[in-house]
């Protein structure tokens, strides 16, 4: 009996430390504006929020808000600058947006409602190749500032130390593992 609860608490164990590791190297899902949402009736500064992250090719970014009052449009970097919905190359409304960064460059998000991107309802997201994902790619590296023909590619530096800390994480897993089963 007390075999067979080890076993169960040892794959319990090994299935949830898959799901975090997973979590923390595979793609990840941005809510915009985190708790606040799409919206502006809490003032979030998305431009901030947007460059507090960083977003690689195959992560996701999700839209929350009341339909009945908002949608997101994505438009060009020229109509994100002078709020222009006229246009958009994209359109989402069904109120949780989720859409998936497929490809590196600077994308541009503004809500069509009249007043709304002006009041600041708009968001510029960078997205930057999945191989890249390293911690000291700052936020400083302000290309939300520049044209999309101006993205410089991150220099492909090789991470080794991410790759040995998650060897050393499985060494512990798998001892743990181990060491539960007996
Ligand atoms: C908005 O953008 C469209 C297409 O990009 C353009 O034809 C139109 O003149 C723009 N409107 C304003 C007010 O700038």
Same mark, same amino acid.
């Given at each position: 009996?007390?075999?067979?609860?080890?076993?169960?608490?040892?794959?319990?164990?090994?299935?949830?430390?898959?799901? /975090?590791?997973?979590?923390?190297?595979? /793609?990840? @899902?941005?809510?915009?504006?985190?708790?606040?949402?799409? @919206?502006? *009736?809490?003032?979030?500064?998305?431009? #901030?929020?947007?460059?507090?992250?960083?977003?690689? %090719?195959?992560?996701?970014? $999700?839209?929350?808000?009341? #339909? *009945?009052?908002?949608? %997101?449009?994505?438009? @060009?970097?020229?109509?994100? *600058?002078?709020?222009?919905?006229?246009?958009?190359?994209?359109?989402?409304?069904?109120?949780?947006?989720?859409?998936?960064?497929?490809?590196?460059?600077?994308?541009?998000?503004?809500?069509?409602?009249?007043?709304?991107?002006?009041?600041?309802?708009? $968001?510029?997201?960078?997205?930057?190749? /999945?191989?890249?994902?390293?911690?000291?790619?700052?936020?400083?590296?302000?290309?939300?500032?520049?044209?999309?023909?101006?993205?410089?590619?991150?220099?492909?530096?090789?991470?080794?130390?991410?790759?040995?800390?998650?060897?050393?994480?499985?060494?512990?897993?798998?001892?743990? /593992?181990?060491?539960?089963?007996?």
């Amino acid at each position: 009996m007390a075999l067979v609860a080890k076993r169960e608490l040892a794959c319990f164990f090994l299935m949830m430390m898959i799901m /975090a590791f997973s979590g923390a190297c595979m /793609a990840a @899902t941005y809510i915009v504006g985190d708790s606040a949402g799409w @919206t502006i *009736q809490i003032p979030v500064d998305y431009t #901030k929020w947007s460059s507090t992250n960083n977003f690689h %090719v195959g992560d996701k970014i $999700v839209f929350t808000y009341n #339909k *009945q009052f908002h949608n %997101v449009l994505q438009v @060009t970097h020229q109509n994100f *600058q002078s709020c222009n919905a006229t246009s958009p190359i994209a359109s989402y409304t069904s109120g949780s947006d989720s859409i998936t960064l497929k490809s590196p460059g600077n994308f541009y998000y503004l809500c069509g409602v009249p007043g709304h991107c002006q009041a600041g309802q708009k $968001v510029p997201i960078k997205v930057i190749r /999945a191989s890249a994902r390293s911690p000291s790619l700052a936020p400083s590296e302000s290309a939300l500032s520049g044209s999309p023909s101006a993205f410089i590619a991150p220099s492909p530096s090789p991470s080794s130390a991410p790759i040995i800390q998650s060897s050393k994480f499985w060494l512990a897993v798998t001892a743990l /593992a181990f060491y539960l089963i007996g």
